[in-house]
């Protein structure tokens, strides 16, 4: 017992030798969560689509946290978060992963390693791709008020089972529960992004105008619903 006391470890001691393990081993100190609550949005300023994903992405967060991100045609600060939306990328894609060889499809990762700050990537096969990318995001990140965090392990690619999923939509009736105003724009708007979120590519409303112009922003498809009529009609007037 005398000997065991004389070679005790004092309290301190055992401190420094914890605080010299964790410098030996930093990623026992990286988060499993990145915060992205102060994060740029990088889409191409050069595609109306993409920006309109980008728009899409902000928007859904906004309405969620409170947080307005910022927009950009290039990437931020080395120090800076970023989220990427686009077609394609100079950062390396994980082993194992790829963008499925299908319309509308697309690959979600982390990358942290080229830049000092995290960047998500969201890396459409076509505009589509991107857009739905964007709203798979969404369903993959932690959101709360004024705060925005994803899994650092995020690694995802994903391709829609058919091609079409669109949606009839009556507008020219109103639910008694009130669930949607129809003559309301911010409200049709949100209802089209909560849609578009889980893959919604096309709507058919009974009054194409109050979708019309958003869905275009988009890049979603509108359906018209014709007479036989409408079509002889227009035949005619074609015709002439």
């Known amino acids: 017992m005398i000997f065991f006391?004389?070679?005790?470890?004092?309290?301190?001691?055992?401190l420094l030798f914890l605080w010299m393990s964790i410098i030996k081993a930093p990623s026992?100190?990286?988060?499993?969560?990145?915060?992205l609550s102060k994060a740029i949005i990088v889409a191409s300023l050069d595609n109306p689509k993409n920006i309109g994903a980008a728009e899409f992405l902000k928007s859904e967060i906004y309405t969620r946290t409170g947080i307005d991100l910022e927009i950009a045609g290039a990437m931020p600060e080395?120090?800076?978060?970023a989220i990427v939306l686009g077609q394609d990328t100079d950062f390396p894609i994980p082993a194992g992963l790829s963008v499925p060889a299908k319309p509308e499809s697309f690959a979600i990762w982390v990358d942290t390693a080229m830049r000092a700050a995290p960047t998500i990537l969201v890396i459409g096969r076509d505009d589509h791709g991107v857009l739905f990318g964007a709203g798979?995001?969404?369903q993959k990140l932690f959101l709360s008020e004024m705060?925005?965090?994803?899994g650092r392990n995020l690694s995802l690619a994903e391709a829609p089972a058919d091609r079409m999923r669109a949606q009839q939509i009556i507008t020219n009736t109103q639910g008694?529960?009130?669930f949607l105003d129809w003559r309301n724009e911010n409200d049709v708007r949100q209802f089209i992004r909560d849609m578009v979120i889980f893959g919604t590519n096309g709507f058919e409303p009974t009054e194409p105008a109050?979708?019309?112009?958003y869905l275009?922003?988009?890049?979603?498809?509108?359906?018209?619903k014709l007479r036989c009529q409408d079509i002889i009609d227009l035949d005619a007037k074609t015709d002439n």
Request: no cysteine.
């Open 28 to 35: 026992l100190l990286a988060s499993p969560v990145i915060d």
């Open 5 to 14: 006391n004389r070679f005790r470890l004092k309290p301190y001691i055992l």
């Open 136 to 138: 798979k995001l969404i």
């Open 78 to 81: 080395v120090n800076l978060p």
């Open 216 to 224: 275009e922003e988009l890049g979603i498809d509108l359906f018209i």
């Open 147 to 150: 705060y925005i965090s994803v």
């Open 210 to 213: 109050l979708m019309d112009d």
């Open 176 to 178: 008694e529960d009130g």
